[in-house]
């Protein structure tokens, strides 16, 4: 992507390099990878969405102090927290500008960097998760050393620093504030607890889904504005949604899928609603259909 000269967010938490009193508690690295592969882009309120699966995996209370002196990052770390507040700017300024439009007012969300684990007011959050958003504190948690695990865990073909894929990443949770801004998070909620898992699972995909279209309605009118996209970057946006769908993710962890525990989607899915939102720009669609939220 094209940012030379865009403005950074200041609306970042910056949480890196402290330490935290949370127990492993979750069956080793393979165990964290496994999670990892079946939690990545998890969005809303993590109790609600993923329930006791995640707090069950995470033993003990996160608490966090400070690291004893200035931490210092590599050149690397700190070129990937400069494009996120970038591309968090970026978020601003468009949904800003689309809420106004529509007669509403559009509140910042927070982006916290963190690292390993951290408090949430969803409960305690851990970088094993991927990144993830949270409605209680109308905070997005990410952890950056999860764009290296999408080349190397995952297998996405990231051409750079600039990666639209890896913006991809933080624009779909911003999604998510989106869906929660406009009461679609709380109601999709408040329903899901009423309905068994599989039920309940159905809707969960819809709201990925629905923050994958989010993300790519933000990408259309950064695009239109700044000509931001460059050769290739949409291809490695969609390949790295295709990358992000259950079944690939669960082919990939245990040999099979199983759609009846499918929280986020197909990659066919994923890949279809962020390329709508590419070539539209229509926020008003939506992935739930009429009695979902009832």
Same mark, same amino acid.
């Given at each position: 992507?094209?940012?030379?000269?865009?403005?950074?967010?200041?609306?970042?938490?910056?949480?890196?390099?402290?330490?935290?009193?949370?127990?492993?508690?979750?069956?080793?690295?393979?165990?964290?990878?496994?999670?990892?592969?079946?939690?990545?882009?998890?969005?809303?309120?993590?109790?609600?969405?993923?329930?006791?699966?995640?707090?069950?995996?995470?033993?003990? =209370?996160?608490?966090?102090? @400070?690291?004893?002196?200035?931490?210092?990052?590599?050149?690397?770390?700190?070129?990937?927290?400069?494009?996120?507040?970038?591309?968090?700017?970026?978020?601003?300024?468009?949904?800003?500008?689309? #809420?106004?439009?529509?007669?509403?007012?559009?509140? &910042?969300?927070?982006?916290v960097l963190f690292?390993?684990?951290?408090?949430?007011?969803?409960?305690?959050?851990?970088?094993?998760? %991927? @990144?993830? &958003?949270?409605? !209680?504190?109308?905070?997005?948690?990410?952890?950056?050393?999860? #764009?290296?695990?999408?080349?190397?865990?995952?297998?996405?073909?990231?051409?750079?620093?600039d990666s639209f894929?890896?913006?991809?990443?933080?624009? $779909?949770?911003?999604?998510? $504030?989106? /869906?929660?801004?406009? !009461?679609?998070?709380?109601?999709?909620? =408040?329903?899901?607890?009423?309905?068994?898992?599989?039920?309940?699972?159905?809707?969960?995909?819809?709201? /990925?889904?629905?923050?994958?279209?989010?993300?790519?309605?933000?990408? $259309?009118?950064d695009n239109e504005?700044?000509?931001?996209?460059?050769?290739?970057?949409?291809?490695?946006?969609?390949?790295?949604?295709?990358?992000?769908?259950?079944?690939?993710?669960?082919?990939?962890?245990? %040999? &099979?899928?199983? @759609?009846?525990?499918?929280? $986020?989607?197909?990659?066919?899915?994923?890949?279809?609603?962020?390329?709508?939102?590419? =070539?539209?720009?229509?926020?008003?669609?939506?992935?739930?259909?009429?009695?979902?939220?009832?």
């Amino acid at each position: 992507m094209r940012l030379s000269g865009r403005r950074e967010s200041e609306n970042v938490e910056d949480r890196r390099g402290m330490s935290t009193g949370a127990k492993a508690g979750i069956g080793g690295i393979g165990g964290i990878i496994v999670i990892a592969l079946m939690t990545l882009l998890s969005g809303g309120n993590l109790t609600d969405v993923i329930g006791n699966v995640v707090q069950n995996q995470l033993q003990g =209370q996160v608490v966090e102090q @400070p690291s004893g002196g200035e931490k210092e990052f590599s050149q690397e770390e700190q070129e990937a927290a400069e494009f996120s507040k970038q591309i968090l700017a970026s978020t601003e300024d468009i949904w800003t500008a689309q #809420f106004q439009e529509h007669g509403m007012k559009y509140t &910042y969300p927070t982006l916290v960097l963190f690292t390993g684990a951290t408090k949430t007011a969803c409960g305690n959050g851990s970088a094993a998760m %991927g @990144p993830f &958003y949270c409605s !209680g504190d109308q905070k997005l948690y990410l952890d950056l050393s999860f #764009f290296s695990t999408m080349t190397t865990s995952l297998g996405m073909d990231i051409k750079g620093k600039d990666s639209f894929a890896y913006a991809y990443v933080i624009a $779909h949770e911003v999604g998510h $504030h989106v /869906e929660y801004l406009r !009461g679609i998070l709380d109601k999709a909620h =408040q329903k899901m607890s009423t309905l068994n898992t599989t039920e309940a699972n159905k809707l969960s995909v819809k709201l /990925e889904l629905l923050a994958d279209y989010y993300a790519g309605c933000w990408a $259309h009118y950064d695009n239109e504005q700044y000509q931001s996209l460059e050769d290739g970057d949409i291809e490695e946006a969609i390949g790295a949604a295709e990358k992000i769908g259950d079944n690939y993710l669960q082919e990939k962890a245990q %040999g &099979y899928s199983q @759609p009846d525990t499918f929280t $986020h989607g197909t990659s066919a899915e994923r890949m279809k609603w962020l390329k709508l939102g590419l =070539q539209t720009g229509d926020w008003d669609t939506t992935t739930f259909e009429e009695g979902d939220l009832d």
